[in-house]
């Protein structure tokens, strides 16, 4: 799948994500922590800009302003690959950010898997959706989801993953104006790292907290504000690693007047879950 913009570039989009709840069950030796989540996939998506380039050169046309090109997650999956299999292609590179960056919505580890799912196909390297998934890791704990590319129950520091089930709903997702740093967040002292596994069934049996949260609000009060008012509407709950929070709606109209009630100074977005990625088979299961 892909959209049209001109005769030699073309669009592709690059879907956010929520997490349904977000366990830590423990941490390994190197400091990574251990997860159990369900991901889910929103409606909600950057698009990336891509066209095929007559050298080797790896091209990023509009950096955003606070990530170098040569930092972006679209640049260094594209090198990644590049590497990894020896090809002696290039790419020009654009990216519409609409995803709120720093939100735990998993804006920039779409975006880079993204870019290997569709350099996968433009460069002709045919590498399974396993091995995709193994180079994303090596970029972000979220990349693998995002090139396995359906709802998922989620383990270990993010590489293990099974599909799951889960509602076709509308969401409101909230974003609060504030840079929640993941590390720090999982560096904090008054964080729980022991929360009981879970045997995944279905989403009603679990108890759908997510532990960074606690954290996250003692680092960022205003994230508790977002998170009260939302709560008027439904059950709230923060996302990833912050700072944006959300609640389910029982229909896209209900998510809309949520958004229309809005505060002039929140920002918020009506989204659907989506059933999977619209790139998924540009990698092979085999
Ligand atoms: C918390 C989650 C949940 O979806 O999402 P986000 O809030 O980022 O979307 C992820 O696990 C985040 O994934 P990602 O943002 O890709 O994190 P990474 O770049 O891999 O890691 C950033 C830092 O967070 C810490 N980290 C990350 C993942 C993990 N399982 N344990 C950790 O301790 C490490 O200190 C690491 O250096
Ligand atoms: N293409 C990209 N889009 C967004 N962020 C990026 C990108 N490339 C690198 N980054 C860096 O990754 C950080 C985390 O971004 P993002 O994935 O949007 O948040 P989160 O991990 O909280 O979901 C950003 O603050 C930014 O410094």
Known sequence: MSISVSEDWQAYPAPAKLNLFLHVVGRREDGYHL?????????????????????????????????????????????LLQTFSGVQKGVDLRVDKRIPMGGGLGGGSSDAATVLLVLNRLW??????????????????????????????????????????????????????VHVSTPA???????????????????????????????????HPLIAEYLAWLSQFGTARMTGSGSCVFTRCASQGDADRVISRLPDDMTGYSVRSVKQHQLREFASDC
């Open 35 to 79: 997860l159990q989540s369900v991901f889910q996939l929103i409606d909600l998506a950057d698009t990336i800009h891509m066209r095929l380039r007559p050298d080797d050169q790896i091209v990023h046309h509009n950096p955003l302003p606070d990530v170098p090109a040569e930092t972006d997650l679209t640049v260094r999956a594209a090198r």
């Open 185 to 219: 967040i999982f560096k904090d002292e008054r964080l729980t790292r022991n929360t009981p596994l879970v045997k995944m069934r279905g989403l009603n049996d679990i108890d759908c907290r997510n532990d960074l949260q606690a954290v996250a609000l003692g680092q």
């Open 124 to 177: 002709g390297l045919n590498l399974s959706r396993k091995v995709l998934m193994e180079l994303g890791l090596k970029l972000g704990a979220d990349v693998p989801f995002f090139i396995f590319g359906r709802n998922a129950f989620v383990e270990g520091v993010g590489e293990q993953m099974k599909e799951i089930e889960t509602p076709d709903c509308a969401y409101v997702v909230l974003h609060p104006p």
